[in-house]
């Protein structure tokens, strides 16, 4: 009985997902501890710079994680200032520096720049000395450090005495400013005017001078005028502006909202029955202009003031005490980049609100990444520029990313894989586990064995395949029928493993088994009826034109309008026409991947086909991605095809189409989306979330366009036209260099320019797209100064130089969003490279003039040997006879010729030798290096290595141009052991990566 309610229930709720197809907000939990890099397990706080880097600060030191790595930055002794790694406080400074105050109370501003600290306080105690006041005062207390926007920073010391200083001049020991005032300095901030405000409890000071006798906490400037808070006879704990016109006021009598035009107050209680405290102790507002209030009662009170009066809801969430609550020891209230409002109410849960039905949802806050329990309790929390929930935990730092599109992601307890999945005519959504149990049916069936296949056929019979288990038949009325492999029955199934399920054009059942290859089910006059009289027709008995030695293992079966079925099996693709009269008679076509053919298969191993509305078919080959088919003749062996361009390398394991005719193909963990022009929009963990989709065969509905994927554990779902890409543009950060002396990465962040020494002119740089919420799908692309760009293979945030140029140059960098788009994000850093003695202009005037020297001198040395030979052959003539002797022309040999061809040989013989040598090549043809040398710089005009490396290149043309062979596997034939390293020669050879060469000469 429990099995049926479970199985109608989930008939009831994937059935109103179809109908409504409303978007659901989720989340994606991310546990930090020491063992993926951060320094400690207790965070102090944290911040984000204006670059938006995430910095925070720990019992270990000060950190920043830019997506990829955390970097720490501790005491060293003898290098750096710090007296303790312990630091309490984090706050933001000018130009991305920050503010930190270590365990001893001393306050030390973090240089970004370069990377190093700077003790404020030494310098502040400096400046009283250097002023004459050492011994007069007492020794400075800090109590809190307040930075502001206009570049001042204000240090609040427990006693009358203060100090502000400009960030800019602390480094030069100037901007330091002693302030005093009576009784104890509670807050200093800064106005919409940009005047300092300093609160006290003896009065309230503006720009350092009195400004009142009276005592206020809040300053505001509105519509023109300058309120300050509270006033007499109310306490306020927090003051909101609303709009342009109105303040929001957390009292001690509940809410009170001031109109700034006017100056009229209106109070709004926020008691109700499930909240009896009058005061309110935190408030919040989200973008709807909504106040969330939090007293001391359980919950928290939602005020909205949209309408002519405000109306108050006290809402409450919480899971009853199960070990899956959040709870928080502050008020948490979070908006993201979705609108979505999530809230920790007192003694409550982690929740979000739901605009459908005003109330609060509770949310597990369960992490993705290896913690299996959820977070049990929020110390404190940060919200970032995405819209992103940075959670300090009791003993770990959490990211919270929040998701908020059109895809349904729904999931079972058991969290099995879902092998099959089927949109059935009732608008519910079968789905078959790996273990056997069947969901959403409204009758209760398990198989003993996994359910692959589920398909409904036209005379309304539902049918599922099983891996193990044979083939299972439901009929219209209820009755269930069972196929088995039977080994004394010729006509049983020839296999248990069913993968796919389809009717050709003539209403024959088609059955595709993994070990038995096709099999095609006849049908007798009486099986039409009850279904009990069927045979299964096979290459064991009359399907004798079936190769199963080659092709017993059948995928996915495609029918076309025309009646050409598809096989896709994990030896090539199959094809044959449904129109015949005896089994006997099917003729099968076999296409498979063919190394010395373009227009082949990439893979031979098929993972399915998928036929468009408008004739077009796609095939998706398991490590070959996807291809069209352009053959028009599809009754024929040895298809053509064209390979997709602009994939992302993903492997494709499902093809599905939608109402508008864009091809759906779907990886593991991304889906992309390509339309009829052939352009492809890839989807990520911004829209799927943290789903694992498994091989089941995607399901798509027409009628309403929905499109059902099978994942670990449930599945997920969509409509086509409401699917939206990422606009997210990522700022990039350079964040480390490595050079290639093997002592390890040093930190960059907000170096503008960097100095790079003669003996380190190879290294490797690093920088980083800040997304928080998906960086794996993010691809980059560096140049430097005006040269082309060079794209860089997804997974990999780094460029590397081998021999950098001399001189001042710029390297750009940029980036695609999490989505694969590329954005206007380009970031730039200045490289100066110190120049050898050879390349500096010194050391060029130098060799320029020992070069004019050894010219004149040979000049002169020239023309004097000329003139000796002029005398000397004066002499000659007259001294010697008349007799001239008449010489045979000698005969020629080109021996340049056969010391070419020797030396070609031989190059031909170990091209793929990466270790061959100038003295290997010498030693063959039987010369002394210097020989050699003087050889080749004769006939060829180059080195020998340079004429060594343009024989690979050239090779290297004839294989990217004549095959298909993978990039690397070129590189190794022509004798480079790095692929990496091979790209960069070949592009400096052609002008262009072997990729974009290969494209060029598929177009001549």
């Known amino acids: 009985m429990r099995y049926l309610i479970i199985n109608i229930l989930s008939v009831l709720l994937l059935s109103l997902n179809a109908v409504t197809a409303t978007a659901q907000p989720r989340c994606a939990v991310r546990v930090f501890g020491t063992g993926d890099g951060l320094p400690a397990g207790i965070i102090s706080g944290l911040v984000h710079s204006t670059d938006n880097l995430a910095w925070m600060i720990s019992w270990n030191g000060l950190s920043c994680y830019d997506g990829y790595q955390f970097t720490t930055f501790r005491n060293v002794p003898g290098k750096t200032v710090l007296p303790t790694n312990h630091l309490t406080h984090i706050s933001h400074g000018q130009k991305g520096n920050l503010w930190t105050v270590a365990y001893t109370g001393r306050v030390y501003l973090f240089d970004s720049h370069i990377c190093e600290y700077i003790d404020a306080s030494a310098i502040i105690a400096e400046d009283d000395e250097r002023k004459g006041a050492k011994g007069i005062r007492k020794p400075f207390e800090l109590r809190k450090v307040y930075p502001l926007s206009n570049g001042h920073t204000w240090f609040v010391g427990k006693g009358t005495e203060h100090y502000k200083v400009t960030d800019s001049l602390l480094s030069e020991r100037k901007g330091i400013e002693r302030l005093s005032f009576p009784g104890n300095l509670h807050k200093v901030c800064l106005d919409e005017k940009g005047r300092e405000w300093c609160f006290t409890d003896k009065g309230t000071y503006c720009n350092g001078k009195l400004f009142s006798r009276s005592c206020y906490d809040w300053v505001l400037v509105m519509n023109g005028k300058t309120w300050l808070e509270p006033r007499a006879g109310r306490r306020v704990n927090a003051c909101l502006p609303l709009g342009k016109n109105h303040i929001a006021l957390a009292t001690d009598n509940g809410v009170v909202l001031i109109d700034t035009r006017t100056g009229k107050e209106k109070h709004v209680s926020v ?13 919040f507002a989200d973008s709807k202009q909504r106040l969330w209030c939090f007293t001391d009662a359980p919950g928290v009170t939602l005020v909205d003031i949209g309408g002519a009066a405000p109306r108050v809801q ?78 300090l935990c009791p003993h770990n730092l959490a990211l919270v990313n929040f998701m908020y599109t059109n895809v349904n992601l729904n999931r079972r307890k058991d969290n099995r894989d879902t092998r099959a999945v089927l949109q059935d005519i009732s608008g519910a959504v079968l789905t078959g586990t790996i273990d056997g149990d069947l969901y959403g049916a409204d009758f209760q069936f398990r198989a003993k064995n996994g359910i692959y296949a589920l398909y409904r056929d036209r005379r309304n019979r539902l049918w599922i395949g099983t891996k193990g288990d044979g083939l299972y038949v439901r009929m219209p009325d209820g009755t269930m029928h069972h196929y ?113 053919d373009r227009t082949s298969l ?16 796609y095939v998706a080959t398991l490590g070959g991605g996807c291809q069209l088919l352009v053959s028009r003749n599809l009754l024929a062996d040895g298809l053509q095809f064209k390979e997709v361009e602009n994939q992302s390398g993903q492997t494709v394991q499902g093809l599905v189409r939608d109402n508008e005719d864009n091809l759906w193909l779907v990886g593991e963990s991304r889906i992309a989306r390509l339309d009829r022009n052939g352009n492809i929009t890839e989807y990520g963990a911004d829209e799927l979330g943290d789903a694992n989709i498994t091989e089941a065969l995607p399901s798509h509905d027409s009628s309403t366009d929905r499109i059902v994927l099978a994942t670990e554990g449930g599945t997920l779902s969509f409509l086509p036209r409401q699917m939206k890409r990422s606009s997210y543009c990522p700022s990039i950060v350079f964040t480390a260099i490595d050079y290639h002396d093997n002592n390890g990465m040093r930190p960059l962040l907000n170096i503008g320019r960097l100095y790079v020494e003669v003996d380190k002119r190879s290294f490797t740089v690093y920088f980083s797209a800040l997304d928080y919420k998906e960086n794996s799908g993010i691809r980059y692309a560096y140049r430097l100064d005006d040269g082309n760009w060079t794209y860089i293979r997804r997974g990999s945030n780094s460029a590397s130089f081998t021999n950098f140029p001399a001189g001042n140059h710029r390297l750009y960098v940029r980036s695609t969003n999490s989505d694969g788009l590329w954005m206007d994000n380009v970031k730039s850093i200045d490289i100066y490279a110190e120049p050898t003695f050879f ?82 090549m010498a030693s063959e043809l039987k010369m002394s290096r210097t020989v050699f040398y003087e050889r080749i710089k004769e006939i060829a005009d180059m080195s020998p290595a340079d004429f060594l490396r343009h024989v690979r290149m050239q090779r290297a043309e004839d294989l990217i141009k004549g095959t298909r062979e993978p990039f690397s596997q070129i590189a190794y034939k022509v004798g480079f052991s790095d692929p990496k390293y091979f790209g960069k020669c070949f592009k400096k050879h052609t002008g262009m990566s072997p990729s974009e060469y290969r494209k060029s000469s598929k177009e001549e």
């Not at 990439?602 to 004739?615: A, E, F, I």
């Not at 010194?842 to 000329?866: D, I, N």
Request: proline share 3%.
């Open 271 to 283: 008691q109700t029955s499930g909240n009896r405290s009058a005061e309110v102790r935190e408030m």
């Open 314 to 391: 006290w809402l409450h969430a919480d899971l009853h005490g199960m070990a899956v609550e959040t709870m928080s020891e502050k008020p948490l209230v979070h908006e993201d980049s979705n609108g979505t409002v999530w809230v920790v109410p007192t003694d409550g849960t982690f929740s979000y609100f739901d605009e459908r039905t005003k109330s609060l949802v509770p949310y597990p806050l369960i992490p993705t990444n290896g913690f299996r329990h959820a977070i049990p309790r929020i110390r404190r929390y940060y919200g970032d520029h995405q819209g992103n929930l940075w959670i």
């Open 839 to 920: 390349e500096s202009w010194w050391g060029r005037t130098l060799c320029g003039l020992c070069l004019l020297f050894c010219m004149l001198y040979g000049m002169v040395y020239y023309m004097r040997q000329k003139k000796l030979e002029l005398k000397e052959e004066a002499v000659e003539q007259a001294d010697a006879g008349k007799v001239r002797f008449l010489l045979k022309t000698p005969e020629f040999i080109d021996e340049n010729k056969a010391f070419m061809d020797k030396l070609l040989a031989y190059i031909e013989e170990n091209i793929s030798d990466s270790s061959l040598r100038v003295d290997d």
């Open 602 to 617: 990439l893979s031979s191993d098929v993972m399915q086909t998928c036929r468009m509305k408008d004739g077009r078919i």
């Open 484 to 596: 088995l492999h039977d080994a004394a029955d010729r006509y049983s199934m020839n296999s248990n493993n069913v993968y796919d399920i389809r009717e050709d054009t003539r209403g024959r059942v088609l059955v595709a088994t993994f070990d038995g290859g096709l099999n095609i089910i006849d049908e007798g006059k009486a099986g039409q009826k009850s279904g009990e009289a069927i045979r299964f027709l096979h290459a064991g008995n009359d399907l004798k034109g079936y190769d199963l030695s080659q092709y017993k293992k059948v995928r996915r079966i495609e029918v076309t309008p025309e009646g050409v079925v598809l096989l896709s099996t994990t030896a090539g693709l199959m094809t044959y026409s449904d129109r015949y009269r005896s089994c006997r008679d099917i003729r099968f076509f076999v296409s498979s991947h063919d190394s010395d």
